[in-house]
């Protein structure tokens, strides 16, 4: 793990950066190097990976403390980074919400698994629910655990 400082009107242009992109600053900063680097398609697969299960670990931590909204969010970036990873085994990229959605309409077209959109959606929902705070706290505890579903199913496609 590499820790850097920054000059504050960088890590205001890399949060504003964030923001518009709807990703977090590790996954930017993974992007930006990715591109600059030119890392082959395995390593951001296994970065990727490590990012889901970092996720999920403070998901885990979040829903302990009972801060739900913050659960919801790790769980929508565990879901994501692990759909990545899945994506960069095949070679692609997903760089919007669009393409992270199209990516799995195609997996259930691949595989036929009805229960990939589902979980998806429910995914979609727990990030909605970052912004809104709408959900009550048995349905995020209910929506994390298929989002552990999810993870769990498309981690199997990543070996």
């Known amino acids: 793990m590499i820790s850097i400082t920054l000059p504050s009107k960088i890590e205001k242009r890399l949060r504003e950066e964030c923001e518009r992109k709807g990703v ?3 996954e930017l900063i993974l992007e930006a190097l990715s591109e600059f680097l030119n890392i082959d398609p395995e390593t951001k697969a296994e970065a990727h990976i490590a990012l889901s299960e970092k996720y999920a670990r403070e998901m885990d931590e979040f829903l302990e403390r009972g801060d739900y909204v913050q659960a919801s969010e790790k ?18 990229e997903l760089k ?28 979609t929902s727990l990030h909605q629910n970052f912004y809104e705070n709408w959900l009550p706290e048995e349905i995020v505890r209910e929506s994390i655990e298929d989002v552990r579903r999810f993870v769990e199913k498309l981690r199997e496609w990543c070996r």
Request: proline share 0%; glycine share 8%.
């Open 96 to 123: 919007s919400h669009g393409e992270l959605h199209k990516f799995v309409s195609k997996l259930r077209e691949e595989t036929g698994d009805q229960e990939i959109r589902r979980l998806w959606q429910v995914a």
């Open 75 to 92: 769980a929508w970036g565990a879901a994501s980074q692990i759909l990545k990873a899945v994506a960069s085994k095949r070679g692609e």
């Open 24 to 26: 977090s600053d590790e």
